[in-house]
C-alpha cells in the first residue's frame, strides 16, 4: 500500500508506487486538477512523463497547468516536449 495526496487528504492505494504506470498518474493528477490541488496534479504529471515520455496527455495537461500559473517558459518547454516526443 501506498500514500497518495488527493484534495488535501492522504489516501491509502492499492497500488504501490512501483507498479503504477503512466496512465495511473496521469489519473491522479485529472483528480488534483479536478479538486484545484494544482501542485499535485503538477508532481502527479511529472511522474506519468517520468513513466512514459510519449504520453501526450501528460505534457499537455502539464503545460497547461503551468500557463495558468504564469510559468510560460515551462509551459512552452511541454507543448514543444509533447510534440517532439510524440511525433
Known amino acids: 500500500e501506498a500514500i497518495v495526496n488527493i484534495g488535501g487528504f492522504r489516501v491509502k492505494s ?6 503504477r504506470d503512466s496512465e495511473i498518474w496521469f489519473l491522479l493528477a485529472n483528480i488534483s486538477q479536478d479538486l484545484n490541488e494544482d501542485e499535485d496534479a503538477i508532481f502527479y504529471l511529472q ?11 501528460a505534457y499537455y495537461n502539464l ?4 500557463m495558468a500559473k504564469g510559468q510560460n517558459y ?7 516536449d ?6
Not at 492499492?14 to 507498479?19: A, G, R, S
Not at 515551462?74 to 514543444?80: L, P, R
Open 74 to 80: 515551462n509551459a512552452i518547454k511541454m507543448y514543444n
Open 47 to 57: 511522474k506519468a512523463i517520468l513513466e512514459d515520455d510519449t504520453n501526450d496527455k
Open 14 to 19: 492499492t497500488i504501490p508506487e512501483n507498479e
Open 82 to 87: 509533447c510534440k517532439k516526443k510524440t511525433n
Open 63 to 66: 503545460g497547461n497547468l503551468y
